[in-house]
T-cell receptor, first 114, second 112 residues
Framework: DSGVTQTPKHLITATGQRVTLRCSPRSGDLSVYWYQQSLDQGLQFLIQYYNGEERAKGNILERFSAQQFPDLHSELNLSSLELGDSALYFC?????????????FGPGTRLTVT | AQSVTQLGSHVSVSEGALVLLRCNYSSSVPPYLFWYVQYPNQGLQLLLKYTSAATLVKGINGFEAEFKKSETSFHLTKPSAHMSDAAEYFCAVSEGFQKLVFGTGTRLLVSP
C-alpha cells in the first residue's frame, strides 16, 4: 500500500459525459501528479500540482482539467468524453518536487467510455 | 527532451534464471532514472532509483540496476527469477520538475 488513494476504482460512462476522479496523496506529500495509461499511448504524464499550484503540464487535452485543494487532495475532471479516453488514470504523490524524489502511485481509476 | 527506450516488450525466463530487462536513456543532462513494477490490476511500485550517488543501485525484491554513462543504459537485473516476479516493468527518466517520462514497458513472464 503506497498511501495514495484514488476513487472510484472503476468508472463506466457514456460518450459526451463528464467525470471527476479523486486522489488523496500520502500524508505530508505536497506534490500530486496525474498520469494516463492506455494501450496505444502507454504511460503519459498529464499534469502536476505542488501545494495547490499547477507546476507542469504534459499531453493533457483541453477537455481535461485538474486542481489541488487546500487539504492537498486533487481532482481530475474529464469532460465531453470520447471512446479514446478509456484508460487507467493514476495519481502519484511525492513529498517535494525535486527531480530525484520518488513518486508513490495510487491503485488507479479505470475509466471505460461506452 | 529526455526519453527512455525499453528493448523487448516481452521477456520470458525460467524460474531460477537470470532476469535482464534493458533500458536505454536519452538525456542532455545527468539523468535521474527509475524502475517501477506493475502487477496486474495494481498501481506502479518503485523498485529502485538512480540519483548519481552510486552507479550500482540495489532495490527491493532482489533487483538491482547499473548506470552506465558510456552506454546510456540502466538495465535491471535479478540473479534468480521467482514466479512472483511476473509483472510489467517500466523504466522512467525524470524530466524537469520530476515529471516522469516512461518507457513502453517490458512484460516479464516466468515459467516453472
Amino acid at each position: 500500500d503506497s498511501g495514495v488513494t484514488q476513487t472510484p476504482k472503476h468508472l463506466i460512462t457514456a460518450t459526451g459525459q463528464r467525470v471527476t476522479l479523486r486522489c488523496s496523496p500520502r500524508s505530508g506529500d505536497l506534490s500530486v501528479y496525474w498520469y494516463q495509461q492506455s494501450l496505444d499511448q502507454g504511460l503519459q504524464f498529464l499534469i502536476q500540482y505542488y501545494n495547490g499550484e499547477e507546476r507542469a503540464k504534459g499531453n493533457i487535452l483541453e477537455r481535461f482539467s485538474a486542481q489541488q485543494f487546500p487539504d492537498l487532495h486533487s481532482e481530475l475532471n474529464l469532460s465531453s468524453l470520447e471512446l479514446g479516453d478509456s484508460a487507467l488514470y493514476f495519481c502519484a504523490s511525492s513529498s517535494k518536487e525535486g527531480a530525484s524524489d520518488e513518486q508513490y502511485f495510487g491503485p488507479g481509476t479505470r475509466l471505460t467510455v461506452t | 527532451a529526455q526519453s527512455v527506450t525499453q528493448l523487448g516488450s516481452h521477456v520470458s525466463v525460467s524460474e531460477g534464471a537470470l532476469v535482464l530487462l534493458r533500458c536505454n536513456y536519452s538525456s542532455s543532462v545527468p539523468p535521474y532514472l527509475f524502475w517501477y513494477v506493475q502487477y496486474p490490476n495494481q498501481g506502479l511500485q518503485l523498485l529502485l532509483k538512480y540519483t548519481s550517488a552510486a552507479t550500482l543501485v540495489k532495490g527491493i525484491n532482489g533487483f538491482e540496476a547499473e548506470f552506465k554513462k558510456s552506454e546510456t543504459s540502466f538495465h535491471l537485473t535479478k540473479p534468480s527469477a521467482h514466479m512472483s516476479d511476473a509483472a510489467e516493468y517500466f523504466c522512467a527518466v525524470s524530466e524537469g520538475f520530476q515529471k516522469l517520462v516512461f518507457g513502453t514497458g517490458t512484460r516479464l513472464l516466468v515459467s516453472p
